[in-house]
């Protein structure tokens, strides 16, 4: 029998992905989930400084002030999941408030092996946290955390950083329904959601000047060249941004300047763009305070509490499972 090995798995995995967004009729797409390589990883991390990109700092700021309040809602004992922990450093303020009142489990789940380390490097150090670290997908690890856990055990899942938005609106209902089904009644979600504001500020946000977000989307297509055998000539791709007002959500784009032809080794695939073409890569959804607590009604949830900043609208949400 034919064995594979989970790197073989991954690579045609990502190729038939690639072949089928690509080949989707009047608008070729690309999953956002591969702009997260370790090149990729580490440019998102920069982004997070910009001072144009306000979101984390924002997400940050809530939770170093608002820990301690947000934690008093919740039952005693809790163990913390964490779906996509990133670098873990916004997490500290939430397991530092819990820790105070005792020994706290944290678990991140990650797919990039590479953020997972540095996630527990950075928070491997609080004293009566254990961490246990799971590469998989987000409902694959949360369901084996939920299994592992004892009667009594209540858990607080972590969904920071509005890594929502990049669901459309029905999609983002279906994720917190799974997510539901996976937690007993008094486990608790907490939810960063990054809010509606100003058109020309979320543009600036995904357009910075110093062009670090439009080498974060290029990326994407070396990423493909490197890992799938690619042809595509970055010079001829233009980063472009746009609003779109019906689904209030940021779109990034990949626009081809001229028509031209490529070719994906791995993927079997070859495709000529026209020019003016768009590959469409991520989408970024805003939201309105009252739009999350509905949400969370319509998922199974109960809106305890909301914390806006009022500096970069974005909001910490806690669900309650009820
Ligand atoms: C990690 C999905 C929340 O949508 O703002 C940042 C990703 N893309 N700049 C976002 C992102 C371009 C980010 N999320």
Redesign the pocket.
């Known amino acids: 029998m034919a064995t594979t090995t989970l790197a073989q798995r991954y690579v045609s995995e990502f190729a038939a992905d690639v072949r089928s967004s690509l080949t989707i009729p009047l608008q070729r797409e690309l999953p ?1 989930k591969y ?1 997260y390589d370790e090149v990729g990883s580490a440019l ?1 991390e920069t ?1 997070c400084v910009l001072p144009e ?1 306000g ?1 984390t700092r924002a997400d940050a700021r809530l939770l170093r002030r608002y820990a301690r309040e947000i934690v008093s809602k919740l039952p005693w004992s809790f163990h913390v999941a964490e779906l996509g922990s990133g670098s873990g450093k916004k997490t500290r303020w939430i397991l530092e408030a819990l820790s105070h009142r005792g020994q706290t489990y944290y678990y991140p789940i990650e797919i990039s092996p590479s953020a997972l380390e540095a996630c527990e490097k950075e928070l491997g150090q609080i004293d009566m946290v254990s961490i246990v670290g799971y590469e998989r997908p987000y409902l694959e690890g949360l369901r084996a955390v939920a299994e592992r856990r004892e009667d009594g055990d209540h858990l607080l899942v972590l969904f920071l ?3 929502i ?2 669901f459309d609106r029905s999609a983002g209902d279906v994720f917190l329904s799974e997510v539901r089904t996976i937690l007993k009644d008094g486990d608790a979600l907490l939810l960063g959601t ?1 809010l509606v504001k100003d058109v020309p500020r979320q543009l600036l ?2 357009d910075d000047p110093a062009g670090v ?1 439009r080498a ?2 290029l990326n994407l297509l070396a990423r493909i060249n490197r890992e799938l055998g690619g042809n595509f000539n970055l010079a001829r791709f233009r980063h472009q941004v746009r609003w779109n007002a019906e689904e209030r959500r ?1 779109e ?1 784009h990949l626009e081809s300047t001229g028509q031209q032809d490529v070719a994906i080794h791995a993927a079997g695939l070859r495709i000529t763009l026209a020019a003016g073409e768009t590959i469409w890569t ?3 959804h805003k939201y309105e305070p009252r739009e999350v607590v509905n949400m969370a009604k319509r998922t199974g949830f109960t809106c305890a509490g909301q914390w806006i900043d009022e500096e970069w609208p974005f909001a910490q949400n806690l669900l309650l499972a009820r």
């Open positions: 956002s702009l998102f982004i990109y979101l950083g509005s890594t938005g990049n990054d946000a995904y977000t974060f989307n940021i990034m991520e989408s970024s």
